[in-house]
């Protein structure tokens, strides 16, 4: 099978984000943005919750009601949305940006965007899989894949999407020439979404990038997840902390935040539009039978019961 390989110049930004400290988380990603850009980065990658940090993960459920209630904000008229985009406009650079609370309507998604150097959003992302967690305190289910074309094509997971090989493999069979997962940070690091993202970085032929971060309350230590970088043939690339190694494309922003710049190869595979339709068809296939199979499991059920 023949492939192609092109270079990708992405910045990560692996950056601390305080609780519910929407202005300095700010003027943290205002720094990386713009240092990404001095470095020649065309696209940086910014973590999930950027205004408020994962407050999903470290505050007590009273909290979460209220947090909920008054910090979901309106894509694109909300207040993060607009610092998007005008700090794309400045560094004339395409952001994309994990997760968001995003209220529409009476329903709260977990929303991420991505946003052209002229300021538009380009591309909108509802996480699709939601844990017994999420649906207890209110959050709704996206209904659409988001795949993004910013001269290459990001496929966008975010945080419980990457255990589920489908989300992964449907971004492929959409052209997706990388994978972007946005995990959720918590107080301890699941060791098993290494394997998992190595996995579907193999399965699906493309490199895949997990955007990790630091959490702080005031000045105490609360959560450190790695930035991981996985490549189909490679394996994990690069593992970043703010205490790893010190590599040449890496930007030491402050003490808190570092910025890595990525040169990832593409493994696009040819003819893709061929590729697209059997795997579709497999899918298809799959799926089929087994909707087919529950039908019956569940008549059975039916007929025991009565």
Not at 180 to 194: A, C, G, H, S, T
Not at 212 to 219: E, P, Y
Request: glycine letters at 6%.
């Amino acid at each position: 099978m023949e492939k192609r390989y092109n270079l990708m110049k992405i910045a990560i930004a692996h950056m601390t984000l305080k609780l519910l400290s929407k202005k300095l988380n700010f003027e943290r990603a205002k720094k990386v943005v713009h240092e990404a850009k001095q470095k020649g980065a065309k696209v940086v990658i910014l973590p999930s919750m950027i205004n408020l940090g994962p407050a999903i993960s470290f505050t007590s459920p009273a909290q979460l009601k209220s947090i909920l209630k008054n910090h979901a904000e309106r894509i694109p008229s909300g207040g993060t949305a607009y610092f998007l985009s005008t700090l794309a406009v400045q560094n004339s650079i395409f952001i994309i940006s994990g997760p968001i609370l995003e209220r529409a309507g009476p329903k709260v998604f977990l929303t991420s965007l991505a946003i052209s150097p002229t300021g538009n959003i380009v591309g909108k992302y509802r996480k699709i899989v939601l844990s017994h967690s999420d649906i207890s305190i209110g959050l709704s289910s996206g209904k659409s894949l988001e795949v993004v074309d910013m001269k290459e094509k990001y496929g966008i997971m975010a945080e419980w999407d990457s255990y589920h090989p489908e989300i992964a493999r449907g971004l492929t069979i959409l052209g997706s020439t990388v994978l972007i997962n946005f995990p959720r940070i918590e107080p301890v690091f699941d060791k098993k979404l290494k394997k998992i993202l190595e996995t579907r970085s193999i399965e699906n032929n493309v490199p895949i990038m997990s955007i990790g971060g630091i959490i702080k309350s005031q000045d105490q230590f609360l959560a450190e997840f790695p930035s991981l970088i996985y490549d189909p043939y490679e394996g994990l690339l690069e593992e970043i902390t703010l205490e790893s190694k010190k590599e040449e494309k890496t930007m030491k922003v402050s003490d808190e935040d570092k910025v890595v710049l990525l040169e990832l190869q593409n493994y696009t595979q040819k003819p893709q539009l061929q590729e697209q339709k059997y795997l579709m068809e497999l899918f298809t296939t799959v799926y089929k039978d087994l909707k087919k199979k529950m039908e019956g499991q569940e008549e059975e059920a039916t007929k025991h019961s009565e």
